[in-house]
Nanobody
Framework: EVQVVESGGGLVQAGGSLRLSCVAS????????VGWFRQAPGNEREGVAC????????YYVDSVRGRFTVSSDKAKNTVYLQMNSLKAEDTAVYYC?????????WGQGTLVNVSS
């Protein structure tokens, strides 16, 4: 059974930064692409960023490219999302995406609230 604990969210002013963490158990990062998706109130789930275990390549949705950085530590079974230059439209609950593109909410997510 996959279990995850997402953390690092909070209330931040526009232009600020946050670093999200997701610690996973019951899921091996080997040979998978992992990352984050988000869901804002009234909106569909949206893939944010992914990183490949095989070659470290990354993917970002256009709206966050250049501001967010995804990384992972396979030894700790942890995936991170460094978010800089936050905007009000980044406000959402952020979830680990394991594997990327599946949009399964294994955990409670972590709320990011950006005030303008």
């Amino acid at each position: 059974e996959v279990q995850v604990v997402e953390s690092g969210g909070g209330l931040v002013q526009a232009g600020g930064s946050l670093r999200l963490s997701c610690v996973a158990s019951g899921f091996t990062f080997d040979h998978y692409t992992v990352g984050w998706f988000r869901q804002a109130p009234g909106n569909e789930r949206e893939g944010v960023a992914c990183i490949s275990d095989s070659d470290g390549s990354t993917y970002y949705v256009d709206s966050v490219r250049g501001r967010f950085t995804v990384s992972s530590d396979k030894a700790k079974n942890t995936v991170y999302l460094q978010m800089n230059s936050l905007k009000a439209e980044d406000t959402a609950v952020y979830y680990c995406d394991l594997p990327c593109g599946t949009f399964d909410a294994w955990g409670q997510g972590t709320l990011v609230n950006v005030s303008s």
